[in-house]
């Protein structure tokens, strides 16, 4: 955690009303302590992301990666209070927010560092999508499985060819989701990979691989 957090925002899921009300009194708190409190309610997330220490989170897994993506050109950390929804890293119960707050004030709480991509989409040599995603990046057909060929290559030397459903590339974190399900496996938030998944590939030969982070993956 930063030596001294003076400011804190403050993110939670709309259309949580407890979620709200947890906001309002964990800014309560925060004020009573001297810190600066910046709601989501009244500034965009960027800009808090821009001014504050540290993110308060109040919701599942879905919000705390919608704060994630935003760390790209300023790293922030993030406390994720899981308020009933899927909490893989919204580790913080209700129960338990105050006295995490106030261990984070006082610096005892160690950040967990974690690696995000980005990516581009080209298509006839024109750029469709830049983003910066912490969890995976999915490539398919559509909504309907739907089997196709695809070239996989990294830092440009081509490593397969793969007839499948569909492909993951996750970052650690996004190893314990959807590339999770599809086979893939679980990539510790310290080792510095990546992992490229086949979903419901053709050939049974067709396994994930793990890279390094540094790589640069081309899916054509």
Known sequence: MPPQIKTVGIVVKHNVPEAKKLALE???FLEKKGKRVLY???HTKDLIVSKADLMLVLGGDG?????ARRMAKRSVPILGVNMGQLGFLTEV???ELFAALTAALAGRLVASERTMMECTHIRKGKILLKTVVVNDVVV????IARIFDMQVLVD???VTNIKADGLIISTPTGSTAYGLA??????????KAMAIVPICPHSLTLRPIVIPDTSEITVI
């Open 182 to 191: 599809a086979g893939g496996p679980i990539i510790s938030p310290e080792v």
């Open 26 to 28: 964990a800014g309560a």
């Open 156 to 158: 440009e030397l081509l």
């Open 93 to 95: 119960k209700k129960s």
């Open 40 to 42: 989501d309610s009244d």
């Open 63 to 67: 919000t705390f990666l919608t704060v």
């Open 140 to 143: 398919s057909r559509g909504a």
